[in-house]
């Protein structure tokens, strides 16, 4: 597993004062470059769904909907389908394969709340998605 990453506290509260658009329009356009180079493709059963990712240590939270296959930023602060939340340090591990979600989530790492048979179609996509060579670690759980 990677080294915590210490996150100075300026840094959260730098990034709680960004608008919510922006942090959502820079994470969407992120997912979506991802779903075009194949390194990500959401299930039917995310279409019309919003979600709310929060990385807790940098205060940054981005909502964003699939619709048509196509991830799009969410414009209003409502409450999404299924919200999820962590350190940047978990996130990043759980994206590498270097922990899964279960893990995090019992030892309260991850945050999960809204539709839970949402959540669980989201974590199963995720535990079963490939991860580009670029991203896997080097003590990856898979």
Do not use: C, Y
């Amino acid at each position: 597993m990677s080294p915590a990453i210490q996150v100075p506290g300026v840094v959260a509260k730098l990034g709680r004062r960004l608008p919510a658009t922006f942090v959502s329009l820079h994470f969407t356009a992120g997912l979506e470059l991802a779903r075009r180079l194949k390194w990500l493709t959401p299930p039917s059963e995310l279409e019309g769904r919003s979600f709310a990712i929060t990385v807790e240590d940098l205060g940054l939270r981005s909502s964003f909907v699939l619709r048509q296959g196509t991830f799009r930023p969410v414009w209003s602060g409502a409450a999404a389908d299924l919200e999820l939340g962590a350190k940047l340090a978990d996130l990043l591990a759980l994206m590498r394969s270097e922990t899964d979600a279960d893990t995090l989530f019992f030892q309260r790492r991850l945050r999960i709340s809204g539709d839970t048979e949402l959540g669980l179609i989201v974590k199963n996509w995720l535990d079963a998605a490939p991860r580009p060579a670029w991203l896997q670690g080097a003590g990856a759980v898979r």
